[in-house]
């Protein structure tokens, strides 16, 4: 059967270069991204069925492809971390696609060893490589998935357009972007506020309401607790908005910092074993099959060759030095390049091997979408920089330590290209596992992946660097984008190797981190809803404005779920509603890409503004929200539930 093809590959740059865009600028804005396989595999089964010879292990490439470009645009918590310290002021094309490609291909290759013991050889239920494998399964073929597919493209539009209309309407001022209000609270101070987004609100529905409701937890313990004791008492005659501000991004953030290091360790140590035992009787069976006891493999368990694989991860070392060497000129590793660089390869691959495995195991786990990579990132960036630390010290020459700063950012960078492809990578083998698809040729699919978006990423980058900066760089507007993994990713090294890391406030966090791990253990032993920790964490560390409309997206899901449980097909039912909630996301992150695109050319902050302010914008904007949402869901139900032709 046909797989894999040159029509499917120039498909999958095609829908790579859309969702990676739409994932850059929803990352930079929320700090979250969103999982690419399903809605590429039904664009790729609308596009291929015009051909009498698409398949579908095609359409399987395809969706590989598209979601490992996707997934890379991770890439986005740690790289900007360059511009908000001031080292880079933009994106050097090269050096970024360069870094972006190596980090994803050693992830391909790390997560390869891997597919044995966590794909073919557990029970892991990889949730997103399950569902994209049935959408490829029903697509296949069949008049009823025709039909589906073409319902589904239809829910996509709808929800795409509606999100870009609505972005559309609040930049031009008619209606408000945001609402916030400061208030006191006991001694102190602290807020409530949100965005009306149709992004966060498809988030929600994505991520579920166990993520939903721990997002919200964390939300409570960082404006309910945290914000109000740390503003506490009041300063006569303090302005609440920056006041509440200030303490929320000096100190509340890094309380977050601790409490998602402590869910990401605690992570690694619940899934050592299983993934130690899995590598174990994987290397057993390679053992057996190498003595010829195994016969001739099946097209669906032959890998890339093992010897390729190593052979790559040691060739891959020789760009990477001289990555390293190019981008620590200037410098003091420069003085001294051939032991700092050395020390730093060696890093690189044990920390991969390590990140690879946690990160493929969680992916498996609760899918790619809900999967500790922010926790990954600051694990990686704390070792980096205690690494430097141990060698020039902390503090000192500001200059070294900018230096030494970018350095650590950097390393962290090509690792974290590791952390983000194993991530989804396994997820796309489970999927081509169910589907019948050859393994080393959806190997290869993924490399192509990870060189698409690697050369997609840096100018997409650059341009919303261009058009609206990121907060706590130099020269940022008020307009600038969160970026919030990376400030906080930037912000560790620079404790760390500045000597001016606020240890007590990361020990609060691990704390409340422990506390959190606690519960969310004896509710699993209950048979509870669980309270996942890091999801907690990533709620005490973003702002309200980007957090408060997850939940209530959870919500939204929660019940349109239950219902479509009751419904004649209930998968495609439920599918639908993913449909949704995806286009609600690429909607409103292209459109953030497009206007990017106005700014920058007309040099206007506001380039759409029709007037200064409505000051009915906030309650007209309520309305209309909540209106076109819950208009839409209506929408949805009845294509959901509306008999499929057979």
Same mark, same amino acid.
Request: aromatic residues 8%; proline residues 5%.
């Given at each position: 059967?046909?797989?894999?093809?040159?029509?499917?590959?120039? #498909?999958?740059?095609?829908?790579?270069?859309?969702?990676?865009?739409?994932?850059?600028?929803?990352?930079?804005?929320?700090?979250?991204?969103?999982?690419?396989?399903?809605?590429?595999?039904?664009?790729?089964?609308?596009?291929?069925?015009?051909?009498?010879?698409?398949?579908?292990?095609?359409?399987?490439?395809?969706?590989?492809?598209?979601?490992?470009?996707?997934?890379?645009?991770?890439?986005?918590?740690?790289?900007?971390?360059?511009?908000?310290?001031?080292?880079?002021?933009?994106?050097?094309?090269?050096?970024?696609?360069?870094?972006?490609?190596?980090?994803?291909?050693?992830?391909?290759?790390?997560?390869?060893?891997?597919?044995?013991?966590?794909?073919?050889?557990?029970?892991?239920?990889?949730?997103?490589?399950?569902?994209?494998?049935?959408?490829?399964?029903?697509?296949?073929?069949?008049?009823?998935?025709?039909?589906?597919?073409?319902?589904?493209?239809?829910?996509?539009?709808?929800?795409?357009?509606?999100?870009?209309?609505?972005?559309?309407?609040?930049?031009?001022?008619?209606?408000?972007?945001?609402?916030?209000?400061?208030?006191?609270?006991?001694?102190?101070?602290?807020?409530?506020?949100?965005?009306?987004?149709?992004?966060?609100?498809?988030?929600?529905?994505?991520?579920?309401?166990?993520?939903?409701?721990?997002?919200?937890?964390?939300?409570?313990?960082?404006?309910?607790?945290?914000?109000?004791?740390?503003?506490?008492?009041?300063?006569?005659?303090?302005?609440?908005?920056?006041?509440?501000?200030?303490?929320?991004?000096?100190?509340?953030?890094?309380?977050?910092?601790?409490?998602?290091?402590?869910?990401?360790?605690?992570?690694?140590?619940?899934?050592?074993?299983?993934?130690?035992?899995?590598?174990?009787?994987?290397?057993?069976?390679?053992?057996?099959?190498?003595?010829?006891?195994?016969?001739?493999?099946?097209?669906?368990?032959?890998?890339?060759?093992?010897?390729?694989?190593?052979?790559?991860?040691?060739?891959?070392?020789?760009?990477?030095?001289?990555?390293?060497?190019?981008?620590?000129?200037?410098?003091?590793?420069?003085? %001294?390049?051939?032991?700092?660089?050395?020390?730093?390869?060696?890093?690189?691959?044990?920390?991969?091997?390590?990140?690879?495995?946690?990160?493929?195991?969680?992916?498996?786990?609760?899918?790619?979408?809900?999967?500790?990579?922010?926790?990954?990132?600051?694990?990686?960036?704390?070792?980096?920089?205690?690494?430097?630390?141990?060698?020039?010290?902390?503090?000192?020459?500001?200059?070294?330590?900018?230096?030494?700063?970018?350095?650590?950012?950097?390393?962290?960078?090509?690792?974290?290209?590791?952390?983000?492809?194993?991530?989804?990578?396994?997820?796309?083998?489970?999927?081509?596992?169910?589907?019948?698809?050859?393994?080393?040729?959806?190997?290869?699919?993924?490399?192509?992946?990870?060189?698409?978006?690697?050369?997609?990423?840096?100018?997409?980058?650059? #341009?919303?660097?261009?058009?609206?900066?990121?907060?706590?760089?130099?020269?940022?507007?008020?307009?600038?984008?969160?970026?919030?993994?990376?400030?906080?990713?930037?912000?560790?090294?620079?404790?760390?190797?500045?000597?001016?890391?606020?240890?007590?406030?990361?020990?609060?966090?691990?704390?409340?981190?422990?506390?959190?791990?606690?519960?969310?253990?004896?509710?699993?032993?209950?048979?509870?809803?669980?309270?996942?920790?890091?999801?907690?964490?990533?709620?005490?560390?973003?702002?309200?404005?980007?957090?408060?409309?997850?939940?209530?997206?959870?919500?939204?899901?929660?019940?349109?779920?239950?219902?479509?449980?009751?419904?004649?097909?209930?998968?495609?039912?439920?599918?639908?509603?993913?449909?949704?909630?995806?286009?609600?996301?690429?909607?409103?992150?292209?459109?953030?890409?497009?206007?990017?695109?106005?700014?920058?050319?007309?040099?206007?902050?506001?380039?759409?503004?029709?007037?200064?302010?409505?000051?009915?914008?906030?309650?007209?904007?309520?309305?209309?929200?909540?209106?076109?949402?819950?208009?839409?869901?209506?929408?949805?139900? %009845?294509?959901?539930?509306?008999?499929?032709?057979?």
């Amino acid at each position: 059967m046909v797989e894999l093809t040159l029509r499917g590959v120039i #498909l999958g740059a095609l829908i790579t270069l859309v969702f990676t865009a739409a994932n850059v600028y929803l990352g930079l804005k929320i700090g979250l991204t969103f999982a690419t396989s399903i809605p590429a595999a039904v664009i790729s089964m609308a596009v291929l069925r015009l051909f009498a010879t698409g398949t579908i292990l095609e359409n399987n490439i395809v969706q590989t492809i598209a979601s490992a470009a996707g997934t890379l645009s991770a890439i986005i918590f740690v790289l900007p971390g360059l511009v908000i310290i001031g080292w880079w002021q933009g994106f050097p094309y090269w050096l970024s696609a360069c870094t972006i490609a190596l980090g994803g291909i050693l992830g391909v290759m790390y997560s390869v060893p891997l597919r044995r013991a966590l794909v073919t050889g557990s029970d892991l239920p990889y949730p997103e490589g399950v569902a994209a494998a049935e959408v490829l399964k029903v697509g296949a073929g069949s008049r009823e998935g025709a039909e589906e597919n073409q319902r589904g493209l239809a829910v996509i539009a709808m929800s795409t357009v509606a999100a870009a209309a609505f972005s559309i309407l609040a930049k031009t001022r008619l209606i408000a972007e945001e609402a916030a209000t400061f208030f006191k609270l006991g001694a102190g101070a602290t807020s409530v506020s949100t965005s009306f987004s149709m992004a966060l609100i498809g988030v929600g529905h994505l991520v579920g309401l166990s993520v939903g409701v721990a997002m919200f937890f964390g939300l409570l313990i960082s404006w309910v607790g945290i914000v109000p004791y740390l503003t506490a008492p009041l300063p006569a005659g303090a302005d609440l908005a920056t006041l509440v501000g200030t303490t929320f991004r000096m100190k509340a953030r890094f309380i977050g910092a601790g409490t998602i290091g402590v869910a990401a360790i605690w992570t690694l140590l619940k899934i050592l074993g299983p993934i130690v035992g899995g590598i174990r009787s994987a290397m057993a069976a390679a053992r057996v099959r190498k003595g010829g006891d195994g016969g001739l493999l099946a097209l669906t368990e032959q890998d890339l060759p093992i010897g390729i694989v190593f052979g790559t991860i040691l060739a891959s070392l020789v760009p990477i030095a001289v990555l390293l060497w190019v981008f620590a000129q200037g410098g003091p590793i420069a003085l %001294h390049p051939v032991p700092i660089i050395g020390l730093t390869l060696v890093y690189i691959l044990v920390a991969g091997i390590v990140i690879a495995s946690v990160c493929g195991y969680m992916a498996g786990l609760i899918g790619a979408s809900n999967s500790p990579i922010s926790g990954v990132g600051i694990l990686a960036v704390l070792g980096a920089s205690l690494i430097l630390a141990a060698i020039y010290g902390s503090g000192g020459d500001p200059k070294q330590s900018q230096a030494l700063i970018a350095y650590a950012l950097f390393t962290t960078a090509i690792i974290f290209g590791v952390a983000t492809i194993s991530n989804d990578n396994l997820q796309d083998l489970k999927t081509g596992q169910l589907v019948g698809a050859t393994p080393w040729k959806q190997q290869i699919a993924l490399i192509l992946g990870v060189i698409f978006g690697s050369l997609v990423i840096p100018p997409v980058l650059d #341009l919303l660097n261009s058009a609206f900066g990121f907060a706590g760089a130099p020269g940022a507007g008020p307009n600038a984008l969160p970026a919030p993994q990376a400030a906080l990713i930037s912000a560790l090294a620079k404790g760390v190797l500045g000597g001016d890391l606020d240890w007590g406030l990361i020990g609060i966090g691990a704390g409340i981190g422990a506390v959190v791990i606690v519960i969310d253990e004896a509710l699993g032993r209950a048979g509870k809803l669980r309270l996942p920790p890091l999801a907690v964490g990533m709620g005490i560390y973003l702002p309200m404005a980007l957090t408060l409309l997850i939940p209530v997206g959870a919500v939204i899901g929660h019940l349109y779920n239950r219902w479509a449980l009751r419904q004649s097909h209930p998968e495609f039912a439920e599918r639908m509603g993913v449909l949704m909630a995806t286009g609600f996301i690429v909607g409103e992150s292209l459109f953030g890409v497009a206007f990017a695109g106005i700014v920058a050319a007309t040099d206007s902050d506001a380039p759409l503004a029709l007037i200064a302010e409505n000051p009915w914008g906030a309650i007209m904007s309520v309305i209309l929200f909540f209106g076109v949402i819950a208009a839409l869901y209506a929408r949805l139900r %009845h294509q959901a539930s509306a008999p499929l032709a057979v």
